[in-house]
């Protein structure tokens, strides 16, 4: 069974980072890539960053939004993804998704974990 | 204007049809684009229902009912959700994303009251 279980959201200052972890099981972690899906409170879906299963720079992608702040990361002996998070800004304040993208056949987010709450606030 | 449009709230009545819209901005073509589709209710993450390109290149979901189909408006540039035979059960937030310019973008969302 596919399980993707977050960590590390919690109550942080503005201006102030955190680190974000997601433990996979029940699939070969190395042979997909992943993403970060955040939702703020009330709001739709925003996507955060995604990286390829090899973890090459060369596929790393980051919304607009925190280019240039947030980092993904993922360890393949570890199962984990990560993303560090700094200058954090009310608007990031969110739940985080860690998600897993099949490309089978073409490629599209399958598996969801139950998410991790940031909440940004003096 | 947002890549992906989609009407916020949508109502219809038990054994009824539904039709959620995601329009794409002008410029971006719904004819190459694979449009997914998913579902989420409260205190859950999204689920995967389908995905629709063409009625050649389609994928249900694992589990989902064929209640639920794909397709597109190419006069109105919009994928579209039909879900038939509307059931308590399919109140629920409804996204719809594409890949566009390296990135996921997730339509606003519809939220589908059946009553």
């Known amino acids: 069974e596919v399980q993707l279980v977050e960590s590390g959201g919690d109550l942080v200052q503005p201006g102030g980072s955190l680190r974000l972890s997601c433990a996979a099981s029940?699939?070969?972690?190395?042979?997909?890539?992943m993403n970060w899906v955040r939702q703020a409170p009330g709001k739709g879906l925003e996507w955060v960053s995604y990286?390829?299963?090899?973890?090459?720079?060369?596929?790393?992608y980051y919304a607009d939004s925190v280019k240039g702040r947030f980092t993904i990361s993922r360890d393949n002996a570890k199962n984990s993804l990560y993303l560090q998070m700094n200058s954090l800004g009310d608007e990031d304040t969110a739940v985080y998704y860690c998600?897993?993208?099949?490309?089978?056949?073409?490629?599209?987010?399958?598996?969801w974990g139950q998410g991790t709450l940031v909440t940004v606030s003096s | 204007q947002a890549v992906l449009t989609q009407p916020s709230s949508l109502s219809a009545s038990p054994g009824a049809s539904a039709s959620l819209t995601c329009t794409l901005r002008?410029?971006?073509?719904?004819?190459?684009?694979?449009i997914y589709w998913y579902q989420q209710k409260p205190g859950s993450p999204p689920q995967f229902l389908l995905k629709?390109?063409?009625?050649?290149?389609?994928?249900?979901g694992s589990g989902v009912p064929s209640r639920f189909s794909g397709s597109k408006d190419a006069s109105a540039n919009a994928g579209i959700l039909l879900i038939s035979g509307l059931q308590s059960e399919d109140e629920a937030d409804y996204y719809c994303?594409?890949?566009?310019?390296?990135?996921?973008?997730f339509g606003g969302g519809t939220k589908l009251t059946v009553l």
């Open positions: 998600v897993r993208e099949d490309c089978g056949g073409d490629c599209f987010l399958d598996y």
């Open positions: 029940g699939f070969i972690f190395s042979s997909y890539s």
């Open positions: 990286i390829s299963s090899s973890s090459s720079s060369s596929f790393i």
């Open positions: 002008s410029g971006i073509n719904v004819g190459t684009y694979r």
């Open positions: 629709y390109r063409s009625d050649s290149d389609k994928q249900q």
């Open positions: 994303v594409i890949w566009h310019n390296r990135a996921w973008v």
